[in-house]
């Protein structure tokens, strides 16, 4: 109980504290700019918002602070551990930094590796070095103090382990929210999909082994069971029960981005989360091997991105290669997505019905579609296959003529030159931008 009341008692500083609330604010001002690109795209795709970007941003946070709370506690019970002048924090700056360089680099796995690896080879150098003294600036420098990070590998590898194991919890049960619908071109025909995308801000708690017991207002003594550490290769079993050790926590971002043609949103967040819980198993089995020498440590920090490279192209290759989920045919018109409170929802219609009638005609086109809209005197009606043949038929009697259905269809065939809008990028901004003044007047 000492160590779980602990582990949220740093949780609440880092929440309570002006300067580490201040962090959370810009990381959150942050999120909601990227949610307000995807609130505008999901406007001009669907023709509505699903979610306003408060409140994607207020549910990355709220989520994501209940998620660092339940990472904190499991790095805690397994009692990974980094000394006092340990440079652990580096991992969440360094994630930072990608989320603005280079968003695909915004996962631990490449944070924590590149931390890894120039702890270890300025240990080399320490080692190699050990004797050698160097004049810098008129100050002596020790190469066997040259090590300034001081990061314990293994439990670097277990803290990315755990957190991916979160994050693949998170993509499950969040993933999907905000998805943008998509279209690509495969075989002369259009497909559609989803682009996914979620970050989540998590506070994470670490363990400092430190030298006396001063107290700082965080550096107490611990009651722990007998049981506790359950790694028993951590650096708090070669320590006295009574060690003084310090907790305190960092924010961090933790990010998901992702498209799928062959499966709808749920699935694509249930097998993403699925790759990424299975990843950290192996992480964190591999991280165990740390121990045994500085090899190994090698191994397993190349073993991290390395592995995490090659989930993401099993993934893509399984999308590559699977069935498109979104295709029109000779049959009917696929539904893509459907606008919230629309006649579409009203009705019933769902993403991946094949609309086959409207208005007890066979619907060649989308058009037919949007004819019969105009033409049907407030009233429309569908026949819908959902599922292997399971039709139903579903109407609507209150549609009036600026009143739009909400249905965001796949085409049946590629549109020929004249009827595409070539992408200029100064004209699609100046769109971008226009649309998103409109939704701030809105709001």
Known sequence: MGILLSTLRAIAYTLTNFDMALVLIILAFILYRQNKKTTVMQKMIIGDSLNSAFELTISQVVIGIFAGVLASIIISFLGVAFDENSAIYLIFLISIFFMFWKPKFICFAYSGAVLGFISLFLELISKVYAGVKLNVFGTTLNLADVNVLRIDIGGLMVVVAVLHLIEGILVIIDGKRGAIPVFTNRDDKIIG??????????????????????????THNIATPDWWPILKNSPLTRMAKDAAVSLFAYYGVIGYSTVTFTRNKNQKALSSGIGLIIYAVALFSAAQLARLGYLYQLFVVVFAPLAHELMLNVQRYMEVNGKPKYVSGEEGIMVLEVAPDSPAFEMGIQSGDLLVEVNSRKIGTEQDILTAAKEGLNYISFKLRRGIDKFQEVSYS?????KRLGIVFVPRNVPGDEMVVKYDENRFREIFNKMKDDDDKEN
């Open 193 to 218: 999909g989803f682009a996914l995308r979620r970050n989540w801000v998590l506070p994470v708690a670490l363990f400092f082994i430190i030298g006396n017991a001063t107290d700082t207002g965080l």
């Open 398 to 402: 209150k549609l009036s003529g600026d």
